[in-house]
């Protein structure tokens, strides 16, 4: 079992949309998650930490954590096209990050 | 405030060499991560450095090695490099070590091609 599992997609989503990305990870013992957001060609970019179960809300970005059942989730509304791009998950414990696999979104116009 | 910033950003070697990366961290960070990007095994977590000791190292062979300097700069290094080396190295910076609590920024990326 992955650390940190999330489904590869594609996530296709209509322009306007709510697109909900999840994460499961296997360390109960895990205290933050963050959401990076990766452009083909460039460098992870966070957008969303969440430390404490429940949502955590940012401008069109809103995360959700529930550490009983060791998942993490992103949503995002009012999907813009450019807002396509692969979404990573990151899990830690004291130690360091450990990072998904991501998850790609298309948002199409 | 200026962002991660590492060089250089594009690396052509052959099998055998050997490379020098180089990280400099956001203004006040002092602790610096390296990881290995690869489109067959995602983000995994090269070493990080923390007051110019290492604190945590990955599951790479000793080839790669890293360092630190006094004003939070960090380089690493992969000796003998493989074709498998190939890959995007990314840094990044954060106030603090460890994983808890604790926003790490990426930067730019060396993208090392190994011919």
């Known amino acids: 079992q992955k650390e940190v599992e999330q489904n590869s997609g594609p996530l296709s989503v209509p322009e306007g949309a709510i697109a909900s990305l999840n994460c499961t990870y296997s360390?109960?013992?895990?205290?933050?998650f963050f959401w990076y957001r990766q452009y083909s060609g460039k460098s992870p970019e966070l957008i969303m930490s969440?430390?404490?179960?429940g949502d955590k809300e940012d401008g069109r970005f809103t995360a959700q954590l529930n550490k009983a059942s060791q998942y993490v989730s992103l949503l995002i509304r009012d999907s813009q096209p450019s807002d396509s791009a692969t979404y990573l998950c990151?899990?830690?414990?004291?130690?360091?990050?450990?990072f998904g696999t991501g998850t790609r979104l298309q948002v199409f116009p | 405030k200026a962002g991660v910033t590492q060089t250089p950003r594009y690396l052509i070697k052959t099998r055998g060499q050997q490379v020098t990366l180089s990280c400099s961290p956001i203004?006040?960070?002092?602790?610096v991560s390296w990881y290995q990007q690869t489109p067959g095994q995602g983000l995994q977590f090269l070493f990080e450095?923390?007051?110019?000791?290492?604190?945590n190292k990955g599951n790479f062979p000793g080839r790669f090695s890293g360092r630190q300097f006094s004003n939070s700069r960090s380089e690493m290094n992969v000796s003998t490099l493989e074709l498998g080396d190939s890959a995007l190295y990314l840094c990044?910076?954060?106030?603090?070590?460890?994983?808890?609590?604790?926003?790490?920024?990426f930067g730019p990326g060396t993208r090392l091609t190994v011919l």
């Open positions: 990044a910076s954060s106030l603090y070590p460890g994983g808890s609590y604790n926003e790490q920024f």
């Open positions: 360390d109960r013992g895990s205290q933050s």
């Open positions: 969440i430390y404490s179960n």
């Open positions: 990151a899990v830690s414990n004291t130690d360091k990050l450990i």
């Open positions: 203004s006040g960070h002092r602790s």
């Open positions: 450095y923390f007051s110019e000791t290492q604190r």
